[in-house]
């Protein structure tokens, strides 16, 4: 399926020099989906930046980056994994400038978009260019490693962003990706082979890019004015029918489509289709996590950016230690009894933060939260992860990953999107901690009842009996971003 110059071996200087420029490449996009967060009040602050604009300040990322990630892949399938990753991290390098040059909060907003379109052509190269250029004994220990230090980038983000953000200004979060890129292009460039798909379909489906792309606009312009400009205003309706519209396009286009970006034909199986519902709850319920915990503490409790970033270290460093035994537990059980406990834990988790006060102490209201939450999450993840991406055939492995990365996205997008509007925060109360305090308790138990509801589809609909082990299983961290773009533990015959 792959050609590739070489067959590159892990202990080699040339198999080091492949991992460590995909590594510091996804890595760059680990740090943006976790420090931007943190940077949110002095954002909002410095650009006197209304909700609006603070959630598409999040929004306009992964709006982009979840539309188009599908089509990053089959352009590195199509024209060469190398080039097309270059291009990712040099395009994500320019957004950066531009974010960290920006003079007011839609010029920012315009060049995230820009940072996603970067981020979706360099996503799923990096994994890409590791499958197809290591030799085969070797494929599992260069994943592990990628995923493991991909894994470390996540949770050094938040302390590294919070301590710039305190300490000189939140447009270093943006900067420092220049330079790092720089660092990747040239190594890259030098050590990296090319690789590509002599299968892949000679036409791209960029019809179906842009009609997905375009209702996911309208439903998050849509319910993010809503809050502002009211239910029944023109613009509101006229953008949340568009959404509508272009979803329903999407799907009708992919069904008709002779070389689709997402073959619809994917969802007959049961496993893979009750693995992305429940991927769809639980990331709509992370996404509104980790859009509101952070801000909240550092509006309401009057928290520090560094010692905000860092208090959801245990999540991370959970997951670390655990993903990989939650797999194998998994593996021994069935997916259907973790992937119905982790995320009620979760839930647990989210009723206590909800319950955090106005200055709380870390030690005994926030830190006991954020380990119950690190541990539903890592019951949770690997399993899911590995359903979802075990439950088609090998010929759809790229495709049941990108599809699970998209949703993925999508939900987190939307939750920043709705979750605001669900909760009651108005126009520029994002900042004001009398607003946001109300507003961010009855936000987490939202995404509460979104995690158990989550739970409800996969007792219902997730497979019981156990999986089959693997010759050789791959030990994956699952990052709380997105989800990871190979099987972490297992694979399921089709159909499922």
């Given amino acids: 399926m792959t050609t590739a110059e070489t067959s590159l071996r892990y202990g080699q200087a040339a198999g080091r020099w492949v991992l460590f420029a995909t590594v510091l490449g996804s890595g760059v996009t680990f740090l943006d989906a976790t420090v931007v967060n943190i940077a949110l009040p002095k954002i909002g602050t410095d650009l006197e930046a209304s909700t609006a ?43 950066s400038l531009l974010c960290g040059l920006a ?5 920012l907003v315009a060049a995230r978009v820009l940072q996603g379109i970067g981020g ?19 494929r599992a220990k260069a994943i592990g490693a990628w995923s493991g230090l991909g894994g470390i980038a996540g949770a050094l983000g938040p302390f590294l962003g919070g301590w710039l953000v305190e300490v000189a200004s939140w447009r270093l979060v943006f900067l420092i990706n220049v330079p790092l890129a720089a660092v990747v292009v040239l190594v890259a460039l030098r050590h990296v082979p090319e690789t590509r798909n002599p299968e892949a379909a000679r036409q791209l489906d960029f019809t179906g890019a842009a009609i997905g792309a375009l209702g996911l606009a309208g439903l998050s312009y849509g319910f ?3 809050p502002s400009l009211g239910a029944g205003s023109p613009t509101v309706l006229a953008a949340l029918g568009v959404g509508v519209a272009g979803i329903a396009a999407f799907v009708l286009t992919e069904r008709r489509s002779r070389h689709p970006m997402l073959p619809l034909g994917v969802f007959a199986s049961r496993a893979f289709t009750a693995a992305n519902l429940v991927t769809f709850a639980v990331y709509a319920a992370l996404g509104g996590v980790f859009f509101l915990v952070v801000l909240n503490l550092q509006v309401v409790g009057g928290y520090s950016p560094v010692a905000a970033g860092s208090a959801m270290l245990p999540v991370t460093a959970l997951m670390l230690v655990l993903s990989a035994r939650a ?31 106005a200055s709380p102490s870390y030690l005994t209201e926030v830190l006991p939260a954020v380990v119950v939450l690190g541990l539903g999450l890592s019951l949770t993840v690997a399993p899911l992860t590995a359903t979802a991406l075990g439950a088609l055939d090998d010929r759809y492995a790229g495709v049941a990953s990108g599809a699970n990365n998209a949703i993925a996205r999508t939900a987190g997008l ?12 108005g126009a520029g109360s994002l900042t004001d901690p009398a607003a ?28 019981g009996r156990p999986k089959p082990t693997p010759a050789s299983p791959v030990k994956v961290h699952c990052a709380v971003a997105g989800t990871p773009l190979h099987p972490v533990e297992c694979r399921e015959p089709s159909g499922r």
């Fill in 414 to 425: 939307l939750a920043v999107a709705v979750l605001p509007l669900v909760a009651g925060i």
């Fill in 224 to 226: 993010t004015a809503w």
């Fill in 120 to 138: 979706a052509l360099l996503t799923p190269g990096s994994l890409a260019i590791l499958e197809a250029s290591f030799h085969p004994d070797d």
């Fill in 327 to 357: 797999g194998a537990l998994g593996q021994r059980t069935g997916p259907r009894l973790p992937m119905t406990v982790g995320p009620i834990v979760c839930a647990v988790a989210l009723v206590l933060l909800s319950r955090i006060s």
């Fill in 436 to 463: 946001l305090a109300p507003a961010y308790r009855t936000a987490m138990l939202v995404c509460a009842g979104l995690l158990v509801a989550g739970a409800v589809i996969a007792f219902a609909l997730v497979p």
């Fill in 53 to 95: 604009g603070l959630q598409w300040t999040i929004n306009g990322y992964t709006l982009s980056l979840a539309a188009l990630i599908l089509l990053g892949g089959s352009l590195g399938d199509r024209f060469g994994r190398r080039r097309i990753f270059v291009l990712g991290i040099s395009w994500f390098a320019i957004a």
């Fill in 103 to 107: 003079p007011d909060i839609w010029t």
